[in-house]
């Protein structure tokens, strides 16, 4: 094994399979092996790629802590379909995990920037099922809706409305709710009802 393979390894081990973290998902943990997580944080912090933490990123941006974006991952399954539209794109660490388990993925990022950067190390790895969008993601990406899943990766005083709109019937949304406090909430559709779950404190950045 090379050492980025042996860091992931001990990533999942550490932090995702002990109990109370509850990461138990077969995919989800393949897939956070298999990524080499150091192509999506700066160079100089590649030594701290595999840490128990987020990084910064640049553009006052971070990559979320390994065990949240395993969680919300998890959180999302199971579901109806492949079509899963992601808000906050940032590294792009996130985007290659729901690259590894679902079929089709639609990422929508404010900054060009990191746009930009995320294609370039997601493009390293070859993915073919991902489509990115520079835009407001309060907007969602009403062009490829409904979605079976919806991952917001910032948090937002409330649920944008076009996101609920956009997501399909059993479909599953994923987001942090608040200002200074705010929550894991899980959204699950059920025709025109939708039942909210407050899964976990959490601190996002904020959606701009
Ligand atoms: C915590 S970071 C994303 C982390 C990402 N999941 C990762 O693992 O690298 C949040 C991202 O949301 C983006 N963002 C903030 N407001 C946004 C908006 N209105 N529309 C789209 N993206 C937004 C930020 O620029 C940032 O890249």
């Not at 998890?74 to 995990?97: F, K, N």
């Not at 309060?138 to 991952?151: D, F, M």
């Not at 608040?178 to 039942?195: A, C, K, P, S, W």
Request: glycine residues 6%; charged residues 20%; contains cysteine.
């Amino acid at each position: 094994m090379n050492p980025a393979n042996l860091a992931a390894e001990k990533m999942v081990r550490e932090q995702l399979i002990p109990l109370g973290r509850g990461i138990d998902d077969p995919q989800v943990i393949q897939a956070m092996r298999h990524i080499p997580r150091e192509l999506f944080v700066p160079e100089h912090m590649r030594a701290s790629a595999y840490e128990d933490r987020p990084l910064p990123i640049g553009n006052d941006q971070t990559i979320s802590q390994p065990f949240v974006v395993a969680y919300m991952t998890q959180a999302l399954l199971p579901l109806p379909g492949g079509r899963v539209l992601e808000i906050g794109t940032g590294s792009g660490y996130q985007t290659a995990v729901l690259a590894e388990i679902f079929p089709e993925i639609y990422s929508v990022e404010l900054t060009a920037e990191l746009s930009s950067k995320a294609q370039d190390a997601l493009g390293k790895l070859n993915y073919r099922n991902i489509r990115y969008l520079v835009n407001d993601g309060r907007l969602g990406w009403p062009e490829h809706a409904p979605y079976s899943a919806v991952i917001v990766t910032c948090a937002a005083p409330t649920i944008p409305q076009a996101l609920l709109d956009q997501l399909a019937d059993q479909g599953r949304m994923i987001l942090p709710v608040g200002t200074t406090h705010q929550q894991l909430v899980r959204v699950v559709r059920d025709g025109n009802r939708f039942e909210e779950e407050s899964l976990l404190p959490v601190r996002f950045v904020p959606l701009r």
